[in-house]
């Protein structure tokens, strides 16, 4: 069984045509994240109770036999450990408010809000049923504006049409916007940029909106993801995405990928908003995540006069389903006026 379930992420190829996305029945699929986190928290724990066993070797200065009951417990508890961090993992997140000071920001702006979801990944693994109490609990949330950055889906729009359709019903004063992030290459890009245009989420592909009180101004920007150029498609362009904004308001660009945060700062934006780490979906592990993403992994960052804010996400990838410290979420970001 340790075996088979070693070989998840052949058993996902051969499901569907991709890692990314098995399709398997939805109960399989938890069941195989469980198997592979056991797995591997089981070698930690391993590995750890051969460290611990050093010390009394030199004490002894030979070797020393690991108790069978404590190899076994430690299998018990690698097997708890996992259940408890896929549960985690398949949660609708709570709403999670963080208040951010931008400079030069409108009197007519102050406490605006907005939602930030991010790496739904709408799959087997979360589907429609999830997916619609996610968008019942973002409709519920009081906010003025709903950003996603990206990572839509885990599938193609075959496969994906009816786990995707709740978000239709997604919707805020001023609008539902959205970036994509690198999982909505894998699986044919243009259709699924047809798909969420047509359910009422405007698509910022390098491109801005401006957002009105009266007669001030913020402009919401987004771009593509840096995985792009991989696939065929136009790469991320913050110049494009800025071209025609009106000068003076404060910026707020939607970047898939936080790696790129210093470049943004450099063109004097106020906040940014990303996700893509999954905030390393544990403590530990998200060390490893932060030096592939510039050093950001979760939470808020002080990058020259710019705040970074980096979700956690709203779900994440079914290929590793398991969280540890790093919950998911659903971010409710309320603006403030430098004081």
Known sequence: MLLFASQYHVWSRLSS?????PEFPRPVVILFNWAFGAIVLLALLQILLDLGSLPVMLLRQGPVAIPDGLRYAAAGLAALLAAYGVAGALRVPPLKDIEVAIRDLPAEFE??????????????????????????????????????????IDGSLEMRHADVEPLRDLHAPDGVYAIPGNHE????????????????IRMLENAHAVLWREDARIVLAGVTDRS??????????????????????????????????KTAAARGIALQLSGHTHGGMSVGLDRLVANGNGGFVSGRYAVGGMTLYVSNGTALWPGFALRFGRPSEMARITLRATR
């Open 17 to 21: 045509g991709s890692v990314f996305a």
């Open 111 to 152: 406490g605006y809000r907005l939602l930030h979801l991010t790496d739904l990944h709408i799959s087997r693994l979360f589907p429609a049923r999830w997916a619609k109490a996610m968008v019942a609990r973002a409709n519920a949330s009081g906010v003025d504006l709903i950003v996603v950055t990206g990572d839509f």
């Open 185 to 200: 290459y894998f699986f044919d890009y243009a259709a699924w940029m047809r798909h969420l245009t047509g359910m009422r």
């Open 228 to 261: 792009a150029g991989g696939h065929g498609q136009a790469g991320p362009d913050l110049d494009a995405a800025l071209a025609g904004a009106p000068d003076g308001a404060p910026i707020l660009p939607l970047d898939h990928q936080p790696g790129g945060a």
